[in-house]
């Protein structure tokens, strides 16, 4: 459907030279001809594109012609807009206006590349209980899964499988993770170098060498974040997808992300039968500060707005990144993130849902809410992404996680929840599914609808409308320290390690072997995560309800979560 085009230029520094000298331009066709029936199907600007069954009539072959023989070099082409890209110095995109095929000419946008975060890494020993069996150890990533009722989803059997999921990004390292190796990829095509390798490669024509710079890093964390499966470790929100695998951006200075791969990709993965897509990318602005402007931030000038809406009219899911602009005076979504159709994610903290700094919000410019929803962005676990031998013991043995932010981390979050619900909902359209986020979210801002939170945090259960009359909600240890020392200097705290895959009113009591309660130790309403940890777990002082150190003895304690009522002794040793 939509077809990327070798140049035939190996040498990179050439390539780049010429860059330099040119810009990326649009050509849009007046027209194309038909299949059924011949004649000429006329064709509109962009901004008045509209859903139809011409969409996929190919180019005019004689069109490409006289451009290719003219000395352009095509880059990509789209069926959805009639047009091509190509580059072009200033003198000869004057040649393209005079043809009298070619409806207008404009440059190809691009975003200003923002550094890609480190992240945090994490130990997965140092994170997982020991002696715990919740129905799937998801390790350090319970904890934004469950924040978005995806492990609930997956306690009844719901896990994505059936439906099939693209992903738009900057590449791909999911050959050589053991997050990966169960992972079901149906296509891969790599829309930047022009090949079907996703992965990291030594000498690309356009990206150089992806084995030193990073290339793949930001996509393969986005995927893992969505597909990775490894217990214990890492599971992601819908780990039995199908997926499709779209290399659409570049991550090097002098070629920054450019739209007209992502529309190929966007093309290419509805004529694969896509049902979801995620892009945690975002288009404003070029290198130099020109681009898209706040007042084009309408729902209907970005080509990828208005390729995100067509796709959506044509039944795809389309989920995209608010952006990370939430602190600059341009605070407000990329493009496609500002089209009507489109769910745009902002991000919270994972700790207390509050919304990160950087997420990008506001009004569009025609006075709708974004983002639409928002989910766990700050401190989320996610693969390292890297695929240095540095890295490697042997294959599908890479166990490297860390802990990275941002709204692109938030995205997949959502889009593994649109793939649950599509799993428990097939005849579901796009429109079905988001006015499902959008009125079971949970709400974290002012009353209703904002413009930090949008209508809220993700609930997969809710939008779901399953009932569950009993969730399996929480999971619960051993208390520990057992037999525990209290009182004086010396005292310590007793913790109950507890996991919650549903919002919870916990409350921890201690009786005395008389029945008699001793102390309220625990009496609060908790967020799905994981309290496992020593400043995370709940907790009792060795005081009774007035402040005094219980004597020395056994005691009964007794914890209640959904779905978990759990009694278990304590020894109690006072110290003198």
Known sequence: MYETVNSGRSDSNVARSRRLETEALWVFFRDKP??????RISWAAPQQLRNGQHLDEPLDPSYLAQIESAGFRLRTRSRWFNAITLSATRGEAQRLHGLSFVREVRPVRRRSRSPLPDGEPISVE???????????????????VARVGGTALHNLGFRGEGVTIALLDAGFNHRDQRAFAHLR????????????????????????????????????????????FDPGSLV????????????????????????DHWIAGLEWADSLGADIVNSSLGYRTWDDGSGYTYEDLDGQTALTTVAAELAVARGIVIVSAAGNEGNTPMHFVDAPADARGVIAVGATSLTD??????????????????PDVVAPGQGVVAASGSSSTADLRDSFTVSKYMRVSGTSFATPLVSGVCALLLQIHPDWGPREVADALRQSARDLGEAGPDTLYGWGLVDAIAASGLEVEQPEGSVSGS?????????????????????????????????????ALVAQAVNQSLEPGDYRTRDRALRWDGRND???????????????????????????????
């Open 185 to 228: 990829v149906k296509a891969v095509w790599d829309f930047v170098n022009g090949d079907g390798d996703v992965s990291d490669q030594a000498g690309q024509p356009v990206t150089g060498d992806e084995l030193v710079n990073g290339q793949n890093l930001h996509g393969t964390r986005v995927l893992s974040v969505l597909a990775g």
């Open 126 to 144: 140092a994170t997982s209980a020991k002696g715990l069996a919740p129905p799937e150890n998801y390790g350090p990533s319970f904890e934004q």
């Open 236 to 259: 992601g929100v819908a780990p039995e997808a199908d997926y499709i695998l779209a290399k659409t951006e570049d991550i090097t200075s002098e070629l920054p992300v450019e739209e």
């Open 479 to 515: 208390p520990f320290p057992n037999p525990a020392l209290v009182g004086g200097a010396a005292g310590s705290v007793v913790y109950f390690p507890l996991q919650l895959s549903v919002m919870s009113e916990v409350s921890v009591r201690i009786f005395d072997l008389s029945g």
């Open 353 to 370: 849902n509050r919304i990160a700094r950087t997420s990008s919000h506001g009004l569009t410019v025609d006075n709708r809410i974004k």
């Open 546 to 576: 007035d402040g005094q150190a219980v004597p020395s003895g056994i005691y009964i304690y007794r914890l209640e979560s959904t779905g978990l009522a759990r009694i278990g002794k304590i020894a109690v040793v006072r110290s003198r």
């Open 34 to 39: 038909a299949r059924a029936g011949g004649g």
